[in-house]
């Protein structure tokens, strides 16, 4: 099992850039993959970006390509979303979840994918 705390949310002007990171406890941080997911007000949650347990293998949402980039420390059990050019549009709740990988370059992209998540984290981006 693992327990995960998102930290690094904030309140951020358009443009602007953020490091969200997600630390684990308990062993074997490398054998699980990894997500990022959000959800804002009123809205349902969705996927972010997600990697495997090594790194070498990364999916990013089609609205956050080439602004966010998923990443992960496994000799620091942490996992990061370097978030760049943010739009008020990326205001919400952003949660990281875990799951045993089920395969060397398995990564989930649903929320029934993850067996574990954290508590979330706010980001809000406006001026």
């Known amino acids: 099992q693992v327990q995960l705390v998102e930290s690094g949310g904030g309140l951020v002007q358009p443009g602007g850039s953020l490091r969200l990171s997600c630390a684990a406890s308990g062993s074997m941080f490398s054998s699980y993959a990894m997500g990022w997911f959000r959800q804002a007000p009123g809205k349902e949650r969705e996927f972010v970006a997600a990697?495997?347990?090594?790194?070498?293998?990364?999916y990013h949402a089609d609205s956050v390509k080439g602004r966010f980039t998923i990443s992960r420390d496994n000799a620091k059990n942490t996992m990061y979303l370097q978030m760049f050019r943010l739009k008020p549009e990326d205001t919400a709740v952003y949660y990281c979840?875990?799951?045993?990988?089920?395969?060397?370059?398995?990564?989930?992209?649903?929320?029934?994918?993850?067996?574990?998540w954290g508590q979330g984290t706010q980001v809000t981006v406006s001026s």
């Open positions: 979840a875990a799951t045993v990988s089920k395969s060397a370059f398995y990564t989930g992209l649903s929320q029934r994918d993850y067996d574990y």
């Open positions: 990697i495997n347990w090594s790194g070498l293998r990364t």
